[in-house]
């Protein structure tokens, strides 16, 4: 018979660990080694074998290895990578035609060597054939010594197999055929007997498999005690302890035989003991070890309560009975079981004052890191006049971070006389929060209701310290608005040192006005937005304060800001490696051309994202007939247009005009009204900033969305419809981009290349704007040139093309100036209008103001060199 050999290793650790080489000769050039693993510790074995990881399941579990080596040896390196340890037995065989550890002769079993059977080697893959076999282990113990067998896996599926265990000549069980095991395991003082016949199948990992471990111990039982394992002891906790029945500094020796005892838990009045598995490492089938408080009791044994994030608690005299009972154990480690104590009274001083021998201080529920159920805690904080207080919050109510878990309905409150603040996970509350407020007062308060799960736990702590506003001025900028058009779109990473901040405020002309800031939406998450404070008021002297998380997430606080003292200020308090920007939008509130301080701005998502909404013009002036709306595509955004569509008109039949910034006596981009509104559907333009004229009394339901244009863009000519075709930066323009661009704007008809179709159509358009001396603007016509300007300080010009095919807008010049916008209208041409040739045939209509130098070309094209047209309004 080809023999097999068999070695038994055990290690633990906790920390990376690689044990060597450990080499089995085999007498055959070529040798299978087969690994079983006992334990539920995930580990790594070198050498391409694959990761073992049983998920927490207390299941024996086996994988091989086929190798070829010249010296005749299987070399196999274990390499531990979790806290814990593993239990291997390592053998090596020649084929499957041999059961695992097979032997003719009688197997005497050393208390200190446990041996192992199986079914066969594969148990994990498919793909192996085992032959048919029957096979025979027979063990027996010393003198003085008791047999144990216990079966971790026993599945016979197969009808035509069999298992048999004898005690000594005596039938134990004969099963197969699904039958189940009447336990799992077996005492014997003489000797053991497994017979077992295999039919010939495909290994398979669901099916027939078993698995079974012999060992043995003494037959002069004594129930084993030590200082870690007494038979009963009594423990009243004031901090931590872990409760265990080893020696946890030697971890590589069992625990030992027949250990039987029993812990008392209890702690005194303002405490709270938590107990959870640190480790199980036990013989499922044999030991017992159990937790009992008032609200729980488990059975550890189980491997299914073998849960190392459950938690079971105990409040002040409340006792938890902790019972372990063990059987022979072959090689097992032990359990530990931390008893952790949470402090339930309310830490620090009630009352805090903040001063410059008082500068920093913590507000804590508790003196340990987890706050206790029933807790009811109050603290006052004041800091000196004229200051800043910064609040650095580390915020984590019980389960309040993770969606799928129930909350505990605990609640932490700050408020600072105006507004209240509630903070619940640290995950969506930016850090730290400013206010300038001389006193606060925090509230806490914590549900009844325990913990059953360590993540459920809460904490909570609160920095607080100030900063003097007279000691910011060297970091501080004023920037002052001139006219009631000024505006800004202001981010806050152009704030870069802490306590950096900038001051607008209206200059004298715009006393008698009011200065705004409304809060945009940004792309970033809550946690890393920079939590700004905002201020009504300069640095000499605050009216209020709010900060840009607030206005934008805080449902009670007003939006926008209107100032009361003609100033704001905007102040960074803190400063990180990861920062997102926060965007805000000032302006100028005139009532003698604003209609209402609130619900004028709006911003198209920076995602992509469709924005709907209502609007109604209301005015508090009765001299105003138009309100101002206006709109905002941020920096940074998803496209680089925005497509504004207005979907329906009510109340006037009177037009809307869109215009390009914020002046309200510019050229229009374009007027619509509810005769054209459809012509306008699908209009992008360039630009941050535009503003909606909305006759006072009217209702417009619009969209809004950034989006981008393609620089060569083709449009239908078969539909009556409106655009716009303009530059990238028009009206403002943008120094910093000097690239030079090409966009086109092709208008064509769907069958262009049917001759035989006449669908034609006449394009009128408006040109408004300039052109830069290395900028250009081409018009064709079919393939004929009909218009072309250039170096044009200030133009307004209107055309109309010959009915045509195809009619195409080009314009090549530097991406950052100032620029243009083309106005267009597609004509289809009528059915019983007579056909108009092409563009050789008929001049344009051209419409240029005085002191105009126009050419008109041979061939009917119209060319505008350095023309110096007036903007008429």
């Known amino acids: 018979m080809s023999k097999t050999m068999e070695y038994h290793y055990r290690y633990s650790t906790d920390k990376e660990l690689s044990v060597g080489k450990n080499q089995l000769t085999h007498e055959e050039s070529q040798c299978t080694s087969g690994v079983y693993l006992f334990d539920h510790k995930a580990c790594h074995l070198l050498n391409n074998i694959p990761k073992i990881d049983e998920s927490g399941q207390r299941n024996q579990m086996s994988f091989v290895k086929v190798?070829?080596?010249?010296?005749?040896?299987?070399?196999?390196?274990?390499?531990?990578?979790?806290?814990?340890?593993?239990e291997a037995i390592v053998g090596a065989y020649d084929n499957e035609n041999m059961c695992p550890f097979e032997s003719d002769a009688v197997v005497e079993v050393d208390d200190s060597a446990p041996r192992v059977i199986a079914s066969q080697w594969y148990f994990d893959d498919d793909s192996a054939t085992l032959p048919q076999r029957k096979c025979q282990w027979t063990f027996a113990p010393k003198s003085g010594y008791k047999l144990k067998i216990a079966f971790s896996v026993f599945i016979i599926n197969a009808t035509d197999e069999s298992v048999r265990l004898y005690d000594d000549a005596n039938p134990v069980f004969n099963l197969g055929g699904a039958e189940e095991l009447p336990s799992r395991v077996?005492?014997?003082?003489?000797?053991?007997?497994?017979e077992y016949d295999r039919s010939a199948r495909m290994s398979?990992?669901?099916?027939?498999?078993?698995l079974a471990v012999i060992s043995a111990f003494s037959l002069d039982v004594k129930p084993e005690t030590s200082e870690y394992c007494t038979a009963n002891t009594t423990v009243t906790l004031t901090d931590d302890r872990t409760l265990t029945n080893y020696n946890v500094t030697q971890l590589l020796k069992p625990y030992g035989n027949s250990q039987e005892c029993n812990f008392y838990v209890n702690s005194v009045p303002g405490k709270e003991v938590q107990f959870s598995v640190s480790t199980v490492d036990i013989e499922d089938c044999c030991d017992s070890l159990t937790i009992e408080t008032p609200s729980a009791t488990v059975n550890f044994s189980n491997p299914k309560n073998d849960d190392s994030n459950a938690v079971y608690s105990t409040v002040g005299a409340e006792v938890a009975t902790i019972r372990w009972k063990s059987d022979g154990n072959y090689g097992r480690a032990g359990f530990r079981i931390h008893a952790e104590v949470l402090d339930c009274k309310c830490s620090g001083e009630k009352v805090i004052n903040l001063?410059?021998?008082?500068?920093?201080?913590?507000?804590?529920?508790?003196s340990t890191l987890y706050y206790c159920p029933g807790m009811d805690c109050q603290w006052t904080l004041s800091a000196p006049e004229n200051t800043i207080l910064i609040l650095e919050l580390n915020v984590y109510l019980r389960s309040q971070c993770f969606s799928n878990t129930n909350g505990f309905g605990d609640s932490l409150e700050i408020f600072d006389g105006t507004t209240t603040y509630k903070p619940q996970c640290v995950f969506d509350q930016p850090a730290p929060r400013p206010f300038y407020k001389k006193n606060l007062s925090i509230n806490f308060e914590s549900s009844d209701k325990r913990v059953t799960n360590q993540d459920e736990n809460g904490h909570f702590d609160i920095k607080a310290s100030y900063v003097d506003l007279v000691s910011l001025r060297s970091k501080n900028t004023v920037r002052f608005f001139n006219d009631s058009a000024d505006s800004v779109l202001f981010r806050t990473s152009a704030l870069v040192?802490?306590?950096?901040?900038?001051?607008?405020?209206?200059s004298k002309e715009l006393s008698s006005k009011k200065l705004q800031l409304y809060p945009m939406s940004m792309d970033a998450s809550l946690s890393f937005i920079d939590n700004v404070l905002i201020m009504d008021g300069d640095l000499s002297h605050v009216a209020s304060s709010t900060s840009i998380y607030d206005l934008l997430y805080n449902t009670t606080v007003a939006r926008p800001i209107t100032s009361t003292t003609g100033s704001i200020t905007l102040v960074l308090p803190y400063t990180s490696s990861i920062r997102h920007s926060g965007a805000m939008f000032l302006k100028v509130y005139d009532d003698s051309r604003d209609c209402s301080e609130a619900n004028s701005v709006f911003n198209a998502p920076p995602d992509g994202d469709t924005f709907q909404t209502t609007y109604t013009a209301k005015s508090q002036n009765s001299k105003l007939l138009v309100c101002p709306l206006m709109i905002l595509s941020l920096p940074g955004s998803f496209g680089d247009a925005l497509n504004l569509r207005i979907n329906s008109i009510q109340g006037t039949d009177k037009s809307v005009k869109v215009l390009p910034g914020t002046e309200h006596n510019v050229i229009p981009f374009y007027e619509v009204s509810r005769n054209n509104l459809s012509m306008f559907n699908n209009t992008s333009l360039y630009g941050d900033l535009f503003t909606i004229l909305v006759p006072v009394g009217a209702t417009i339901h619009f969209s809004i969305k950034m989006t981008t244009v393609v620089a060569d863009r083709n449009v239908a000519g078969n539909t009556h419809s409106m655009g716009i075709f303009m530059t990238p930066n028009y009206p403002n323009g943008d120094a910093s981009k000097q690239n030079i661009a090409e966009r086109s704007l092709q208008i064509i008809s769907l069958s262009s290349y049917d001759s035989q179709i006449d669908d034609r159509f006449?394009?009128?358009?408006?040109?408004?704007?300039?052109?830069?001396?290395?900028?250009?603007?081409?018009?064709h016509v079919d393939s004929k040139l009909f218009f072309r300007t250039a170096n044009v300080d200030s133009v307004r010009?209107?055309?109309?093309?010959?009915?045509?095919?195809?009619?195409?807008?080009?314009?090549?010049?530097?991406e950052g100036e100032k620029g243009f916008f083309v106005r267009y209208e597609v004509i289809p041409k009528p059915g019983d209008r007579p056909v108009i040739g092409s563009a050789n045939d008929t001049a344009p209509t051209i419409a240029p103001k005085p002191n105009a130098a126009a050419v008109l070309s041979s061939a009917g094209t119209v060319v505008v060199i350095m023309a110096m047209f007036i903007l008429v309004i």
Request: hydrophobic letters at 30%; glycine letters at 4%.
């Open 355 to 366: 001063n410059k021998n008082n500068s920093n201080v913590y507000i804590s529920p508790s």
């Open 797 to 814: 010009l209107s055309f109309v093309s010959p009915y045509a095919r195809q009619v195409t807008f080009r314009y090549k010049g530097p």
């Open 186 to 194: 077996f005492y014997t003082e003489k000797n053991f007997r497994i």
């Open 204 to 210: 398979d990992p669901l099916s027939t498999r078993f």
């Open 67 to 86: 190798t070829t080596e010249e010296d005749k040896k299987c070399e196999k390196s274990f390499t531990e990578v979790v806290n814990g340890g593993f």
């Open 762 to 779: 006449k394009v009128k358009f408006d040109i408004n704007g300039k052109l830069s001396s290395a900028s250009s603007l081409d018009v």
């Open 497 to 506: 040192e802490q306590f950096s901040s900038v001051t607008f405020t209206l």
